[in-house]
């Protein structure tokens, strides 16, 4: 019972990591594409606004970088411990 436990947990993580990660993904081209639009726009790549896009942009790349960096390593120690979980069974 409590190894069906563990697997829903695990793969309810991956799920979450994922979706943060593509989400983070998400933010960080539409900041880049606003920031584009803006700087162009606007000619001048000094604005705060443009500045907070940028800031935007590098943040949720850095976000979605450890989600998935996270997610891989959920899913190799998930890797490592399903033989021992059969050989516990057996």
């Not at 991956?14 to 880049?32: D, E, H, M, N």
């Not at 920031?35 to 935007?56: E, K, M, N």
């Not at 490592?80 to 057996?90: F, I, N, R, V």
């Amino acid at each position: 019972m409590e190894h069906k436990t563990g697997i829903k947990e695990v793969e309810g993580t991956k799920r979450i990591l994922t979706f943060v990660a593509g989400v983070s993904g998400v933010v960080s081209v539409i900041a880049a594409i606003v920031r584009g639009i803006a700087g162009s726009q606007l000619h001048d790549y000094s604005h705060p606004v443009v500045g907070l896009l940028g800031v935007c942009m590098i943040l949720g790349l850095f976000v979605a970088l450890l989600a998935l960096n996270t997610r891989l390593q959920v899913a190799f120690d998930e890797a490592d411990e399903t033989p021992l979980a059969e050989e516990a069974k057996g």
